[in-house]
Nanobody, 125 residues
Framework: QVHLVESGGGLVQPGGSLRLSCAGS????????MGWYRQAPGRERELVAV????????DYTDSVKGRFAISRDNAKNTVYLQMSNLQPADTAMYHC??????????????????WGQGTQVTVSS
């Protein structure tokens, strides 16, 4: 059974940084592309960043390019999202997500079939 457990969210002032972590279990982590999406109240889910199984490929939504960095450690079955220069518009629940097919990669959220409970990120002064 796939389990994805996120951590690292919190309250941060504008311009601050956070690092989110997501621990995966119940599947061969090193075979799957992973990603992060976010959802704010009243808004649709937005795919923030994705990374291929081998870390060779990454993609980001335009609004976070240059500020967020996705990475993974396959030895620890963990994917990270380093977030810098956070802004109030980044406030959302952030979820870790796993591609629905091993050895595949895409930047389309509809291709990602599992997700965790999420970790709240609030950017406010």
């Amino acid at each position: 059974q796939v389990h994805l457990v996120e951590s690292g969210g919190g309250l941060v002032q504008p311009g601050g940084s956070l690092r989110l972590s997501c621990a995966g279990s119940g599947f061969n982590f090193n075979e799957y592309a992973m990603g992060w999406y976010r959802q704010a109240p009243g808004r649709e889910r937005e795919l923030v960043a994705v990374i291929s199984s081998s870390s060779i490929l990454t993609d980001y939504t335009d609004s976070v390019k240059g500020r967020f960095a996705i990475s993974r450690d396959n030895a620890k079955n963990t994917v990270y999202l380093q977030m810098s220069n956070l802004q109030p518009a980044d406030t959302a629940m952030y979820h870790c997500t796993m591609h629905g097919r091993n050895h595949h990669y895409s930047a389309d959220l509809s291709d990602y079939g599992y997700w965790g409970q999420g970790t709240q990120v609030t950017v406010s002064s």
